[in-house]
Every structure is written in structure tokens, then in C-alpha cells.
């Protein structure tokens, strides 16, 4: 990280122009390190969401969001794609977002191709995206 900041600061003092004052290049460095830490937790919280069955609950974890959800509230379980705004946008590939004939759904995702839609009591939505979906319903089915 030491290597990647001292980078960054050499970077911004070659390309920022001689008129600019020591501030002003200090704000860059510190700006650009700013970036590269949050790309850094990002790329972090991908790699630390899991999705576990333990005891009659269900556990999506991801260090932005939580999902505990009893596997006696689940009323309905489909596999879905995932839309195509959530594949581009969404922000920390967790949050609550808008699914087009669906609604607003609380959702974890590692998986940008498809998930599960899961439909609670209350009326409560969630889609996650395990790795092997199939296997993964057959379990939150029993």
C-alpha cells in the first residue's frame, strides 16, 4: 500500500502544472488515495460475502449490509436474472434497489449473472446471488 500511495504522489507532482501551489497537489494525492482506498474495500467486501443456512436462518453478510432472514418467513423462492442496472451500478454490489415487475428488494450480490428472488412474509423481497443457485434453493426449500 506504501509502494501504491508513494505512486500516487509521485504521479500527481510530475502531471500537476508548476503554477500549482503545494496545497493544491496535496489535495490530489490525498483525493487519489481516497479512490484507491475505497476501490480497495470494495474489491474487500466482494471477496468477504457469504451466504449461510444455520439453524433455520438464513445469513447473507456482506460488510456494507446484513440480511438474517428465518427460513419459516420465505414463502416463495425463484431464480432470477440479475437486471442489467444492478449489473452496472449497483453500489457495493449491495443495497436496497429497484427490480423492474418486482420491487424494491434488499440485495447482496457476488454473482452478476443470476440469483434468487426471494419473496418473505410482509411482503418483504430479497435477491441474492450465491454461486451454485440451484443447489442453493433446494436448500432454502427444505
Request: proline fraction near 5%; include cysteine; glycine fraction near 8%.
Amino acid at each position: 500500500m506504501t509502494v501504491l500511495m508513494a505512486a500516487i504522489f509521485m504521479f500527481v507532482f510530475s502531471v500537476a502544472s508548476p503554477e500549482m501551489s503545494y496545497t493544491g497537489k496535496m489535495f490530489f494525492v490525498a483525493l487519489f488515495g481516497f479512490f484507491i482506498a475505497l476501490f480497495v474495500v470494495i474489491i474487500f467486501s466482494y471477496y468477504r460475502t457469504k451466504y449461510v443456512i444455520e439453524g433455520g436462518v438464513l445469513r447473507a453478510w456482506s460488510p456494507f449490509m446484513a440480511i438474517t432472514l428465518p427460513l419459516k418467513d420465505i414463502q416463495r423462492v425463484e431464480r432470477t436474472r440479475v437486471p442489467v442496472h444492478l449489473r452496472v451500478g449497483a453500489s457495493a454490489y449491495c443495497g436496497i434497489f429497484y427490480v423492474p415487475g418486482v420491487g424494491w428488494t434488499r440485495t447482496i450480490m457476488t454473482n452478476f449473472s443470476d440469483g434468487l428472488l426471494i419473496y418473505a412474509k410482509g411482503g418483504k423481497k430479497y435477491l441474492i446471488t450465491p454461486s451454485n443457485p440451484d443447489k442453493f434453493a433446494k436448500l432454502l426449500k427444505r
